[in-house]
């Protein structure tokens, strides 16, 4: 917690969304989605939140 012992590998990234250090077996698997156990509701500020999103499953 205090920082003081050096990582061996210190990864290279060139963004928040890079994946370059992960195995292809992983990063080329399509998503599996999973269904809330308890549907609800998004509240307006939850809903904002997924303003850029545009993604309906089938199954919904």
């Not at 890079?18 to 080329?28: C, G, H, I, R």
Request: hydrophobic share 35%; proline share 12%; glycine share 2%.
């Amino acid at each position: 917690m205090a920082k003081k012992v050096k990582p061996p590998f210190v990864p290279t990234i060139q963004g928040a969304n890079d994946v370059s250090n992960f195995d292809d077996e992983f990063t080329s698997e399509a998503p599996i989605l999973t269904p809330p156990r308890e549907p609800r509701h998004l509240s307006s500020e939850e809903q904002n939140l997924f303003s850029d999103f545009d993604y309906i499953a089938d199954w919904c």
